[in-house]
C-alpha cells in the first residue's frame, strides 16, 4: 500500500521559513526509478497548483514562478523522503500543502495526473 505522509506546516510569519517534509512508503522510489515528485498546494477557493516538482534522477526539476528562489525542493532516495524549503514566505503561500507521486518517465507538473497523494499539511503565513 502507497503511503505519502506530509509534515512540517505550520503558521510563520511572513519572511520566516518551514521545511515539509514528505515521507514515501510502499512505492519504488530511487534515483533509478522512473518517478515524478511534487509539492502542490490549494488555497480556499482555489485550483490546486504545482508548486515545485522533481524527477526521480534529481537532475530536472521545476518551480512555479511563484516560489522561485525562495523554495527549494529535494529528495533522500534513501529514506526515502521528499522535502521543500520554503524561505522568504509570504501571505499568499498560505495554502494546504501536498506531496504526490506518480510512476511516468518525464517530470509531471499537471495534478489531475498524478497517482499517489499525501493527506497534506497547512501552512499558514500572517503578515
Known amino acids: 500500500q502507497v503511503q505519502l505522509v506530509e509534515s512540517g506546516g505550520g503558521s510563520v510569519q511572513a519572511g520566516g521559513s518551514l521545511r515539509l517534509s514528505c515521507t514515501v512508503s510502499g512505492y519504488t522510489y530511487s534515483r533509478y526509478s522512473r518517478n515524478s515528485m511534487g509539492w502542490f498546494r490549494q488555497a480556499p477557493g482555489k485550483e490546486r497548483e504545482v508548486v515545485a516538482a522533481?524527477?526521480?534522477?534529481?537532475?530536472?526539476?521545476f518551480y512555479a514562478d511563484s516560489v522561485k528562489g525562495r523554495f527549494t525542493i529535494s529528495q533522500d532516495n534513501y529514506k526515502p523522503t521528499l522535502y521543500l524549503q520554503m524561505n522568504s514566505l509570504k501571505s499568499e503561500d498560505t495554502a494546504m500543502y501536498y506531496c504526490?507521486?506518480?510512476?511516468?518517465?518525464?517530470?509531471?507538473?499537471?495534478?489531475?495526473?498524478?497517482?499517489?497523494w499525501g493527506q497534506g499539511t497547512q501552512v499558514t503565513v500572517s503578515s
Open positions: 522533481v524527477y526521480s534522477s534529481g537532475d530536472i526539476q
Open positions: 504526490a507521486a506518480r510512476e511516468v518517465p518525464w517530470l509531471e507538473l499537471r495534478p489531475a495526473e498524478y497517482e499517489y
